[in-house]
């Protein structure tokens, strides 16, 4: 079955900085990506998805992540942080379309003043 | 359009106890999901229902059961409560086609059992 892996359980970045948070996938045939964000005490919220077609994919809040295939990685990136991007990011990966999503383990970004 | 609603948010059980956590979208999608949230290891699935009147074990189904009990509903329920079953559930929904991968997540059910 697919399977994800986050780098770091912990990022720390000030504000302003750039955002990295980092994700590897395995699959024996084309993924899906996925980015979720989770705020505290709430569901999680998608971010950006990668599917077919180009492999820079834009999300919201200045969000966005390439698709690397020959790396295996989906690696979730942001120019300049903000206090507000402050919560847990998941990636997660599923195969044609089916019903079996795989999250990974959670990256919990923190954003210093 | 409310999206996803769970309910209760919170619940307190003791061993051996049962429940139902409820779940309902009013997107028109036909998969809901249930998962379990635990700390540092991300969200798992319970069990899944790809369309009305289907249901299919994921990866952690022992000690739940679901019904599918219309489109819109899909509900969790456990029979004799674990503490290995404190964690928090999510419920979501997906709707079909190859375009529509994405799935949509509820508020969550935190479930403490002593």
């Known amino acids: 079955a697919q399977s994800v892996t986050q780098l770091g359980s912990h990022v720390s970045v000030s504000e302003g900085a750039l955002v990295l948070l980092r994700c590897n996938y395995s699959?024996?045939?084309?993924?899906?990506l996925f980015w979720y964000v989770q705020y505290p005490n709430q569901g999680l919220q998608l971010l950006l998805k990668?599917?077919?077609?180009?492999?820079l994919v834009k999300g919201i809040n200045g969000f966005e992540a390439e698709f690397k295939k020959s790396e295996t990685s989906f690696h979730l990136t942001k120019p300049s942080a903000h206090m507000s991007d402050a919560a847990e990011y998941f990636c997660?990966?599923?195969?044609?379309?089916?019903?079996?999503?795989?999250f990974g383990a959670g990256t919990r970004l923190t954003v210093k003043p | 359009n409310a999206g996803v609603t769970q309910t209760p948010k919170f619940q307190v059980l003791k061993t051996g106890q049962s429940m139902t956590l409820q779940c309902a979208q009013d997107?028109?999608?036909?998969?809901m999901y249930w998962y379990r949230q635990d700390p540092g290891m991300g969200l798992r699935l319970i069990y899944y229902s790809a369309s009305e009147g289907t249901t299919d074990k994921g990866e952690v189904p022992n000690g739940y059961n679901v019904s599918r009990l219309n489109k819109r509903e899909f509900s969790l329920r456990l029979e004799s409560a674990a503490p290995s079953q404190t964690s928090v559930y999510f419920c979501a929904s997906k709707a079909s086609g190859p375009s529509y991968n994405e799935q949509f997540f509820g508020p969550g059910t935190r479930l403490t059992v002593l």
């Open positions: 699959s024996s045939v084309p993924p899906y």
């Open positions: 997660a990966v599923s195969v044609n379309n089916n019903n079996d999503m795989r």
């Open positions: 997107m028109n999608h036909n998969s």
């Open positions: 990668y599917t077919t077609g180009a492999t």
